[in-house]
């Protein structure tokens, strides 16, 4: 049986194929199109999807969507009902767009795909699962566990914002739900908007800022902002937000409270006030993360939890719950947003509406999240050679030696090898390299590679053998979806003038052993790298380790700031002549940099809208 999954239409449209219960492929439209959070229908995403299972779309058993239009239409006309006549404004401008497209989803659906693919009839093949039913799926049936609880978080769905299922084997029950407006996701991403951030991308910011802030309005979200009891079940005061009837997040009650407007967007400097901001609304997601799970664990008592939701990729509250032992075992989906709901939608039709039996996989059903596209090394060669670059194609050996040498003398390196990720993280199949020893890595590489600001974090890829020598972290780690401290024997003492340092200005402070991984609270977040996963990855660090006793390197996605992360070997080989790379290393073929035409090099200011 054979079952296309597909999220489209709202942000990080993608298309994921599911062949009798194995995911065969998954990637986000994004990708192809080189339009970050392309939310338009993947068109190029599902052709990959086809190509990668080998079939068309005449032997696609059923076309499966990640959520319920018609749901979400209701739950937009009673909001604006309940809170009528204020919001006229949004919902007239929202209420056309409704009817015309959205409303009607599933003709529009089946227009899509056949305008694409073939003339076919898909009216008994198309099924729609619910928005958090896909988070839950995506999160429990590739999971390691015969039997667990299911917690999703994001910003909203339908109408759940957050909610509780509980799998076992095949099936998948939802027990519990939080409804909108009341959201954990909203929260942070209001939070995100009166920063200074883009809403739906700008989260990660928060994150990365929250360490040099102080968390001092924490009191004030909890008088003013948010209710919440000892389950973890909250509500918001919608006194102080303007998400549900406005075209804005926060209103001038909530600047009153936080002490003046939202910052623009992207617009003068940070001040220790708005890491302050980031601070405090990082903790209270972790305190209510933590309660919910409290919650979760004592209604259950099951041992293992799964993640998924937007708020799942918070890494930080990720390993704070790890740390407070609430569970014996957690798994996170990889692809947590909404890209992960076209997996989740083509799980549920098998799993669910078909009731087909499951197949629990040790480790887990993900492959790594390598799910993507991948070349061949004559394809990469000819495209290579269609973009004008000089390049040396080596042996294996050759080749590993070259490019772990590379890193020990300091270079930034584009490494493209496999298959493409599936989700938000570069794990070591499109990223960018470095080492993680250099005191000055992360703020070059942040300014003269990836174009953004100095004071957001890059992760460690680390030998999952190694992990415990050089992380406080027991588990592995293996998507990148867990923060945990450096190693205490591995930090390096502040001195007090140091630790009075303000802001970004704890930036240039190293840490520990391994500086350019080090944020300024001592964390990482963490990627644990095994052979069976990502064979090629593991040789290039174990390289790099026996040249510099370090089983460390720097991760960060293969792009600049506001791209999508690289997809085809013409993407590498553009970012890599529009930045200070050094070295492009695409499957055998190393390209460096001095040795490339100058006429090549792309200006990439402007190119991308910033994230």
């Known amino acids: 049986m054979k079952i296309l999954g597909i999220s489209a239409y709202y942000h990080d449209s993608a298309a994921a194929i599911v062949v009798d219960g194995e995911i065969v492929a998954a990637a986000q439209e994004e990708r192809f199109t080189r339009r970050k959070h392309d939310a338009r229908f993947p068109h190029y995403a599902v052709q990959f ?83 958090h039913q896909s988070h ?60 200074g951030f883009k809403v739906n991308s700008g989260e990660y910011k928060v994150m990365g800022l929250a360490p040099y802030g102080e968390p001092k309005y924490v009191d004030k979200i909890y008088e003013h902002i948010l209710d919440i009891k000892e389950d973890g079940s909250f509500r918001l005061n919608m006194d102080y937000f303007d998400y549900c009837t406005g075209l804005r997040m926060t209103n001038d009650k909530f600047a009153e409270v936080f002490g003046g407007p939202a910052r623009k967007l992207d617009s003068g400097d940070l001040t220790q006030r708005h890491m302050d901001l980031a601070a405090s609304v ?104 269609t973009a004008g670059a000089k390049f040396k194609t080596l042996s294996d050996d050759k080749f590993m030696d070259k490019v772990s040498s590379a890193l020990v003398n300091g270079k930034a390196i584009g490494w493209f090898q496999g298959r493409m990720e599936y989700g938000p993280r570069a794990l070591g ?104 996963t990502n064979p090629r990855y593991y040789k290039l660090i174990s390289e790099f380790n026996k040249k510099s006793s370090c089983p460390v390197i720097v991760n960060t996605s293969f792009n600049v700031r506001g791209e999508p992360i690289v997809c085809t070997p013409r993407d590498a080989f553009r970012c890599f002549m529009a930045t200070d790379l050094d070295i492009l290393a695409i499957g055998n073929c190393v390209l460096e940099k001095k040795e490339q035409d100058e006429s090549l090099k792309e200006d990439y200011a402007g190119k991308y809208e910033l994230d």
């Open 49 to 131: 999807c086809l190509d990668k299972a080998k079939c068309t779309m005449k032997e696609i058993n059923y076309v499966a969507f990640y959520d319920k239009p018609f749901i979400k239409f209701e739950r937009l006309l009673e909001t604006y009902l309940a809170f009528a006549p204020k919001g006229y404004k949004s919902f007239s401008t929202a209420l056309p767009v409704w009817i015309k497209e959205k409303l009607f989803q599933k003709s529009l659906l089946q227009k899509q795909l056949k305008r694409s693919l073939l003339e076919i009839d898909l009216e008994e093949k198309l099924l729609f699962a619910e928005h």
């Open 136 to 195: 839950a799926a995506s999160a429990f049936y590739p999971s390691p566990f015969e039997k667990a609880a299911v917690l999703t978080m994001d910003g909203v769905g339908e109408w759940a914002t957050t909610s509780l299922s509980i799998g076992d084997g095949h099936k998948l029950k939802m027990t519990k739900e939080i409804h909108f407006p009341h959201s954990l996701g909203l929260l942070y991403s209001a939070f995100t908007y009166y920063i």
């Open 282 to 385: 990082q903790k209270v997601t972790e305190d209510v993360v933590l309660k919910l799970a409290n919650g979760v664990r004592k209604l259950t008592g099951l041992n293992n939890l799964c993640l998924a939701g937007g708020v799942a990729l918070n890494c930080v509250a990720n390993g704070k719950l790890l740390r407070e032992n609430i569970f014996d075992r957690i798994w996170v989906q990889p692809a947590a947003g909404d890209a992960g709901g076209a997996l989740g939608a083509a799980l549920t039709a098998y799993h669910h509406h078909k009731e087909r039996p499951r197949t629990v996989v040790a480790s887990d059903a993900m492959k790594g999240s390598y799910l993507g596209p991948e070349f061949q090394q004559n394809e990469i060669e000819s495209e290579l050679t």
């Open 429 to 532: 199949a499109r990223s960018i390299i470095a080492d993680a020893r250099s005191t000055s890595m992360q703020k070059n590489l942040n300014l003269k590679v990836k174009f953004r600001e100095s004071f957001r974090p890059f992760a460690p890829s680390v030998l999952h053998s190694e992990v415990g020598k050089w992380f406080q972290l027991k588990k592995e780690s293996p998507y990148m979806l867990l923060v945990a401290d450096v190693a205490k024997d591995r930090q390096k003492e502040v001195s007090e003038s140091e630790k009075a340092l303000f802001g970004i200005e704890k930036l240039n402070v190293p840490r520990s052993d391994i500086p350019a991984v080090t944020h300024v609270d001592y964390s990482a977040r963490i990627q644990t790298v095994r052979k069976q």
